[in-house]
T-cell receptor
Framework: DAGVTQSPTHLIKTRGQQVTLRCSPK?????VSWYQQALGQGPQFIFQ???????QRGNFPDRFSGHQFPNYSSELNVNALLLGDSALYLC?????????????FGAGTRLSVL | DAKTTQPPSMDCAEGRAANLPCNHS???????VYWYRQIHSQGPQYIIH???NNETNEMASLIITEDRKSSTLILPHATLRDTAVYYC??????????FGQGTRLTINP
């Protein structure tokens, strides 16, 4: 049973560029959440997707957008990259019908913006 | 903002029980207590969760006080591989996870 998978594992971009990160949820899960983790900090919630719609959003600018596909996989897009966007980007999946709604995380994508 | 308070760091000897405290004095009746850990900038790993009762699984035990204002995560026989940052999170089910700074647990040989 595959867990949450993210690609790529590492990425280097320059300021002003755009980036797309991908996430495949754990088998049987229908909800995907994205988090940003700066060095030395705890993860910060970006947004959550369920039924191909954004359901919750954290305090992130519109440069951060996402998408969920019919197979429940998801993409995170960041436009006009800033140096401060350098971070570990984490995807977590869960089952909305699960009573306690436990989120399981992937290994993350480390983005470096130069 | 995180609704929990944890000590920034703790040490424990290998083979001993590691007891990690968490204060959540403003917890609401519908909020669960979740524990995650993060090893060396890998993705956070779910450990255990509870609402009112104490819980145990293959990884750890969770003790929640009767007034639910605090809890303790217990790793019964700590190994070097348990060295990680441990996060205590309270939230209603289906809501976002709000991570604080966590407790950096170091297991010493």
């Amino acid at each position: 049973d595959a867990g949450v998978t993210q690609s790529p594992t590492h990425l280097i971009k320059t300021r002003g560029q755009q980036v797309t990160l991908r996430c495949s949820p754990k088998s049987g899960h229908d909800t995907v959440s994205w988090y940003q983790q700066a060095l030395g900090q705890g993860p910060q919630f970006i947004f959550q997707y369920y039924e191909e719609e954004e359901r919750q959003r954290g305090n992130f600018p519109d440069r951060f957008s996402g998408h969920q596909f019919p197979n429940y996989s998801s993409e995170l897009n960041v436009n006009a990259l800033l140096l401060g966007d350098s971070a570990l980007y984490l995807c977590a999946s869960s089952l909305v019908a699960g009573v306690e709604n436990i989120q399981y995380f992937g290994a993350g994508t480390r983005l470096s913006v130069l | 903002d995180a609704k929990t308070t944890q000590p920034p760091s703790m040490d424990c000897a290998e083979g001993r029980a590691a007891n990690l405290p968490c204060n959540h004095s403003t917890i609401s009746g519908n909020e669960y207590v979740y524990w995650y850990r993060q090893i060396h900038s890998q993705g956070p790993q779910y450990i255990i969760h509870g609402l009112k009762n104490n819980e145990t699984n293959e990884m750890a035990s969770l003790i929640i006080t009767e007034d639910r204002k605090s809890s303790t995560l217990i790793l019964p026989h700590a190994t070097l591989r348990d060295t990680a940052v441990y996060y205590c999170i309270v939230r209603p089910a289906a809501q976002k996870l709000v991570f604080g700074q966590g407790t950096r647990l170091t297991i010493n040989p």
